[in-house]
């Protein structure tokens, strides 16, 4: 369980659980990639951890594996799931092929342009317009949840850009290196608006992240999900921030 400081707003950005995918696609925003039984394990894990918060909001990004990882936090506080896709994956060029950063995916010159800068990156959605629509979400947060606790299930790439903006460090960074595994909270803290710290945690690493198959989880879409406004502008191309993303 977590407590807010007196006059505080936090806002924690919870990553969603370990999604099933045995075939190690780049799924970014593909449809039907849902959480793993490990997975729903992670998130009913993290519901129990947060029982006695004052939660005042919580948002999830459309996709599946979000929707799922809200899904045990909404029953637990009663609270809709509001869908904002300020938060959602990240676009990527590779998303939908079974690919990493190896000789294979240097060696075809179709693929040189696209990595050609590291820095913004050129093979997807830019850091700076992921800061941008994650702290659009994030203060919208701040407001609603205003010195109670607000909960965001995003995506590993989108939280720890917001997270190095709002720490001043540069966006671009080395993915091997982020502190940001799946169901972990990276707690943001706000007083009068103003953005005063941060925390990590990781309530659920008893549990393996194994790529089990779950059983038959119901559809996402069901009157409990509600709109928290447009969509966050979907490039082309797509999505995504890795093959465990």
Not at 104 to 111: F, K, Q, S
Request: proline share 7%; aromatic share 6%; glycine share 8%.
């Amino acid at each position: 369980m977590t407590s807010t400081t007196s006059g505080a707003t936090v806002v924690h950005l919870l990553r969603h659980g370990k999604v099933h995918n045995p075939a190690k696609i780049l799924y970014g925003r593909l449809p039907g990639y849902g959480l793993a039984a490990s997975g729903h394990a992670m998130a009913a894990g993290v519901a129990e951890y947060l029982r006695g918060a004052d939660i005042a909001y919580l948002a999830a990004s459309s996709l599946q594996r979000a929707q799922q990882t809200a899904r045990p936090l909404a029953e637990l506080t009663g609270l809709p799931i509001r869908t904002d896709d300020r938060i959602i994956e990240a676009a990527n060029d590779f998303e939908g092929l079974a690919v990493g950063l190896n000789s294979r995916t240097l060696a075809r010159p179709g693929n040189w342009v696209k990595l050609r800068d590291p820095l913004r990156p050129s093979w997807g959605e830019p850091y700076l317009q992921i800061a941008h629509r994650m702290l659009a979400a994030v203060y919208a947060a701040v407001e609603r949840a205003d010195t109670r606790v607000a909960v965001l299930v995003s995506h590993q790439l989108p939280i720890v850009t917001v997270r190095r903006y709002l720490q001043g460090r540069k966006l671009w960074h080395d993915p091997r290196r982020r502190r940001c595994a799946v169901a972990s909270l990276t707690s943001l803290t706000f007083v009068d608006g103003v953005f005063t710290g941060v925390a990590y945690a990781e309530p659920v690493a008893h549990i393996a992240a194994v790529d089990d198959p779950a059983v038959d989880d119901p559809a996402v879409d069901d009157p409990a999900v509600e709109s928290a406004g447009p969509d966050v502008e979907q490039l082309v191309p797509p999505p995504a921030e890795g093959a465990a993303s």
